[in-house]
């Protein structure tokens, strides 16, 4: 049994929560993982502007959980390239690396919302030169060596915990980005499944391992309630705001997204990208697929924090029971 979370820390006015509680009730929900004894990882994304207060800064809460915690994996995704000095981030990096003990990675994208490219004044069209300098750089900075920097010598410190340093993968929803993450990055995360093959041809091309037929980013979101009909109804609005939300960036961007745009809740219901279940059925589901990995976003679009905790532990109290 693995136990996947993912946060990002969305607060919507009519959630009505401060953020400084909803970042506590995650350093919460994240050592509450740690001490479940299964494997656990946690995943932080990055946008800026946000009204809805997004995380701009995920390595600070992942700084924060790794103080916490002593054995959940931790791991930005994505940190948004273009918006970053790649010397700063290598050297954050270290530093969690070594606050963790070596738990830390990280997915390089390039970003797509129009508003965050205007706010940090980044021409758009350098996403592609910028995500490549970006993973070559934190690629030569965890090596623990002095290496070459925009025509100069640099060498980052402290090296990092873990000999290597975090692992380095690539976000992408093109060709050119399931390319390059082949080329120079640890691995590869398409946002949409038609990346993928792209991805594995040019692994195969360069003469490395091959990764396998498919992989795909996948936008699913499954709370637990004992009543279901009753747990949607109180987490719809969350939902809702979290597609909408995340649908108008790529309407904007003119880009495919996972995240559809919806008029209500009974038209994103239907769509089924959001589930609410009993632990039961989320029993059976585990056990009928490949390996059992559930996948949480507990505070998922300004979900209350109270209803985010009665999800978790339905999972800890009727679901995780049934794979000791």
Known sequence: MHLSMRFDFRNPAFAGTSMADRYAAALDMAEWADGLGISASIGIAEHHGSEDGYIPSPPLMLAAMAARTKTVRLAVTA????????LRIAEDFCVLDHISRGRVDLIVAGGYAPGEFVMFDVPIK???RRVTEMVRTLKAAFAGKPFEYRGRTVHITPEPFRPGGPTVIMGGASEGAARRAARIADGFVPSTADCWPFYRDEMIKLGKPDPGPGMGGAAEVTALARDPEAGWQAMAPFFLHETNAYGAWKVAAGEDSPFGVFADA????AANGYRVITPGQMVAQLKAAPAAVAQFHPLC???PIDLAWDSLRLFEKEVLPAFR
């Open 266 to 269: 009974d038209a994103l219901k």
């Open 301 to 303: 679009g300004g979900m």
């Open 126 to 128: 350098e996403r592609p």
């Open 79 to 86: 940190l948004i390239a273009p918006f970053h000095d790649p």
